[in-house]
């Protein structure tokens, strides 16, 4: 993660006066991986009788058979890996698959704002705002389905707001 202030040097490029002074664009980018993939397969194949251990979740996790994952764009509505490399677990016995081996989908978010202060005497000034969050509009996928006995298993099935705006105005005295 950046946080970042920049005062734009307009009063540098033409004469300094109110129009051109004052002006910064500030920020915070963040970078980061998606959350673990949480693969389980909620049944009780193995009959241990243990639906609701651990952490509040089943111990039962679906067969694995080794392969290339492919991870694929989740803007393209094919599942976010390769769910054929996975199996129901035989009965009376636990699956091979990790719990959480991979991630889903990263995060690549821009929040910026430009900001314009107007001094109107010494001692007060009116600052100008507008704010945007997810600046550039880019995807921010949720989780991948990781529940084996779902029809979504292997899908992005959510996503964070899109570009949001405000605007604001500020005294300052």
Known sequence: MISY???????????????????????????????????LEPDDHSLLGTGQ??????????????????FT???????????SLFSEDPVGQLGNA??????????????????KDLRLTETKSLQFRGEFFNTFNHTQFGGVTGNYLSSAFGFVTSANPPRIGQVAMKFIF
């Open 5 to 39: 202030n920049y005062h734009l040097p307009f009063a540098k490029l033409w004469r300094p006066n109110r129009l051109t002074s004052g002006w910064q664009i500030s920020g915070i980018t963040r970078f980061a991986t998606g959350f673990p993939v949480y693969i």
């Open 53 to 70: 251990s651990g952490q509040g979740n089943p111990i039962d996790e679906p067969n694995y058979t080794p392969g290339n994952l492919n």
């Open 73 to 83: 764009n989740p803007r393209t509505g094919l599942a976010y890996f390769n769910t």
């Open 98 to 115: 990790n719990r959480r081996f991979f991630t889903g989908p990263g995060w690549n978010n821009w929040d910026m704002a430009l900001v």
